[in-house]
C-alpha cells in the first residue's frame, strides 16, 4: 500500500495513474483535518500549518473520484489526546463515499475503536494508546487483548 498526503492536493492524476497501475486497493490518501479559526473542519498539510480551503467531505469524494482505494481521515487535533475520534467526520465521509476508511487520531480506548467503526469506519489506527502509558507518559508498547478487541468490535456485528 501506498498513503498518499499532501501530493492528492494537486495531482490527482498521480491517484489514477498509480491506481491503474497497481489496483486502487493499493493507494491510500491520507486526509489531515482540523477546524480553522472560523471552527469549520477543513484540510490541512505540512504539519496542520497550512489550510488547504477544502471541505474533508468533499475532498474524500474528490479522492475517491481520482481512484483512492482507501481514506486514512485524522483529526490532526486529537492526534495524542485519548479523547476518541472524530465520530462526526468519520460519519460524514463514510456516507458520502463507497471506499473503506480508516479513523486516525485520538484513540484512548478500545471503546473508542468500535465507536468509529459503529460511525462507518472500516479500520481504525491509534499510535500513542499503545506507546504512551498514562499518567507519566512513559514508553511502553502494550496492546489490547484478544478477548477484549473481540468483544468491543464484534459483539454488534
Known sequence: KVVINKAALSATDLISMASKQF?????????????NWL????????????????????????????????????DISLDGTYKGYNIEMITQIAKAVDI?????????????????????ASAVAAGSMFVFQRPHQAVLISYPHQKDLTQQLFSKI
Open 100 to 120: 473503506p476508511i480508516i479513523a486516525c487520531g485520538g484513540a484512548g480506548s478500545i471503546v473508542d475503536f468500535a465507536s468509529a467503526v459503529s460511525a462507518g
Open 39 to 74: 471552527g469549520k473542519y477543513k484540510v490541512f498539510t505540512i504539519n496542520g500549518t497550512e489550510n488547504t480551503g477544502y471541505d474533508p467531505v468533499e475532498y474524500a469524494i474528490r479522492a475517491e473520484d481520482a481512484g483512492a482505494g482507501e481514506l486514512l481521515v485524522n
Open 23 to 35: 489496483g486502487a486497493q493499493s493507494i491510500v490518501v491520507s486526509i489531515d483535518i482540523k477546524k
